[in-house]
């Protein structure tokens, strides 16, 4: 027998094709690993940015409720600059009068 005699070929291949077996289920089951890695840490990350949407929907929120709140106070002290203001607030919260002035009093239930 040669080294080249059919019998040999044979023996020869059937063990290259139990070895393309083998390299092929390592490699399925590789890829099975790694796409179930994948979709675990895809479904995490989805839920972690889910929570972060609503965290920035509530701070948006309150941010917006901040800055009308500003607006607010910032017309309240540009109407602190007016004389006639400062008198109704004068007359409302210490009941102080201009001289002349009768001030009108009603019953308060």
């Known amino acids: 027998m040669n080294r080249f005699s059919p019998e040999m070929k ?7 094709a139990a070895g393309a077996k083998r ?5 399925v089951v590789l890829m099975a690993i790694f796409f179930g890695w994948a ?7 989805s839920a972690l940015i889910s929570d972060k949407k609503q965290e920035l929907a509530q701070k948006q929120e309150s941010s917006k409720q901040v800055n009308e709140s500003l607006g607010q106070l910032k017309y309240e002290v540009s109407r602190l600059n007016d004389n006639e203001y400062i008198g109704q607030l004068a007359r ?9 002035e ?3 009093r009603t019953e308060q239930p």
């Open 10 to 16: 044979q023996a020869g291949e059937s063990a290259a």
């Open 23 to 27: 390299r092929r289920l390592i490699w």
């Open 39 to 45: 979709g675990y840490i895809f479904f995490a990350q």
């Open 92 to 100: 409302k919260w210490f009941n102080m009068y201009p001289q002349g």
């Open 102 to 104: 009768v001030p009108i």
